[in-house]
């Protein structure tokens, strides 16, 4: 068995890796449910899937009070195994691999949702997902513009420094923001919503990917209802995606139907991608990292 370093996969590979899967026939409805056990510091989840060459299954912990103790808030391991024998075959950071997969699938929807000439993006939060999420969004539309948008100004300040370094224009921002956006992406452990929708230019695509729980939400009902909205799966969102279930009976579309094309985006009102995350796209980005070592 090997270690593999999810470093090997560059962006845009990840990004083309778990399009081509949704191509190919990959049917998210058939991932299990994520098992997840609440435990005194947080929260362990357990996130099996297989497909045709490979299993695996990622181990994750969320624990909020790390940042206290200048730890990271999610930590796991991955473990990449061959679909025949069940043979382990590759062990993988299960951190690094969620910030690499879950960027990558938000620019899948990404690149089928937004205008073609998306050049100014706003970002909500200041961790590693808003650092992938500016480099994911990057890979597929010509971003010129970057506002983040956070609760303390050094880690915007370290956001916006580093999307200059990028040689991006980039500047601290309020939410009302959004006014001027081309894509928003959400990228909080916010329990409620971070902007109001009514803000929204119709042309704008919106990323909400940083809650799986049914009673946190980053966006607000009137967004899911007025927007073009696109999950990973029905079931799924319907079970852990807030922004949706809150927001009543809504219309659904589903990503790998959105990359197959059959899905009709309305021009005259916002797109949204909610994101729970998935097991099928951390087998998906490890097995590509696997093949690549």
């Known amino acids: ?21 949704l191509r190919a026939g990959l ?10 056990v ?18 695996g299954v990622k181990l994750i912990t969320v624990a909020p009070g790390n940042a206290e103790r200048n730890l990271p808030r999610v930590q796991g391991v991955y473990l990449l195994l061959d679909e025949a024998t069940l ?21 899948v929807a990404v690149r089928h949702l937004s205008t073609v ?28 513009h970057v506002d983040v948008v956070g609760r303390r100004d050094g880690p915007i300040g370290d ?3 580093w999307c200059r370094d990028a040689g991006l224009s980039a500047s601290a921002a309020a939410p009302d923001a959004v006014a001027r956006a081309d894509i928003v992406c959400c990228c909080t452990t916010a329990r409620v919503p971070l902007f109001d929708s009514a803000l929204l230019p119709d042309h704008a695509t919106v990323v909400a990917m940083g809650t799986h729980e049914p009673d946190a939400r980053e966006v607000d009902a009137a967004l899911v209802r ?25 219309p659904l579309a589903t990503l790998d139907e959105l990359v197959r094309g059959e899905v009709t985006v309305a021009p005259d009102r916002p797109r949204l991608f909610k994101s729970t ?13 696997y093949e690549r070592r």
């Open 226 to 250: 007025r927007a073009t909205t696109v999950v990973e799966a029905r079931s799924a969102a319907l079970r852990e995606a807030g922004d949706v279930i809150q927001a009543g009976t809504v």
């Open 87 to 107: 043979s382990p075959l590759a062990l993988l950071d299960g951190a690094a691999l969620t910030s690499l997969r879950t960027p990558a699938v938000s620019a």
């Open 38 to 55: 609440e435990v005194g510091a947080g929260q362990v989840a357990f996130m099996p899937a297989t497909s045709s060459h490979y299993a």
């Open 277 to 289: 995350g998935m097991a099928w796209e951390d087998l998906v980005v490890a097995a590509a990292a």
């Open 117 to 144: 000439d998306s050049s100014r993006l706003l970002v909500f939060g200041t961790g590693p997902q808003a650092y992938g999420h500016v480099e994911a969004v990057r890979a597929v539309r010509p971003i010129a």
């Open 159 to 161: 956001l916006v420094s």
């Open 1 to 21: 068995m090997r270690t593999v370093d999810t470093a090997v996969l560059p962006m845009a590979a990840a990004i083309d890796a778990l399009e081509e899967a």
């Open 27 to 36: 049917d998210p409805e058939a991932d299990p449910p994520r098992t997840i």
